[in-house]
């Protein structure tokens, strides 16, 4: 079993920033795949980035792409989502993922293995 605990989000003017880190526990986090999806109310759960568990693998979403880093910390067993130039349209429940293997999947919430309760970004002035 993996532990996902996501934290960081809040209320944020656009243009802003903030970071969400996803802190992991169970088994050996640093061997998984993690990722990020964010969903609205009555949309589907949508694909944000992914790195694999080295890092040497990373993939964004277009929308997303040059505004949000993906990173993770193995020694510190967390994965971030930098956030900046936030638009209003990023409003979303984001949520951090993890699998054992990385795959052209990615983008498809189904395969992923594991997921945390989610934390709320809203951008609004």
């Known amino acids: 079993q993996v532990q996902l605990v996501e934290s960081g989000g809040g209320l944020v003017l656009p243009g802003g920033s903030l970071r969400l880190p996803c802190a992991a526990s169970g088994r050996t986090v640093s061997a998984y795949t993690m990722g990020w999806f964010r969903q609205v109310p009555g949309k589907e759960r949508e694909f944000v980035a992914v790195?694999?568990?080295?890092?040497?693998?990373?993939f964004y979403t277009d929308s997303v792409s040059g505004r949000l880093t993906i990173s993770r910390d193995n020694a510190k067993n967390t994965v971030y989502l930098q956030m900046s130039s936030l638009k209003p349209e990023d409003t979303a429940l984001y949520y951090c993922?993890?699998?054992?293997?990385?795959?052209?999947?990615?983008?498809?919430?189904?395969?992923?293995?594991?997921w945390g309760q989610g934390t709320q970004v809203t951008v609004s002035s």
């Open positions: 993922t993890a699998r054992p293997v990385f795959a052209s999947d990615y983008g498809n919430p189904r395969p992923w293995n594991y």
């Open positions: 790195i694999s568990s080295s890092g040497n693998r990373i």
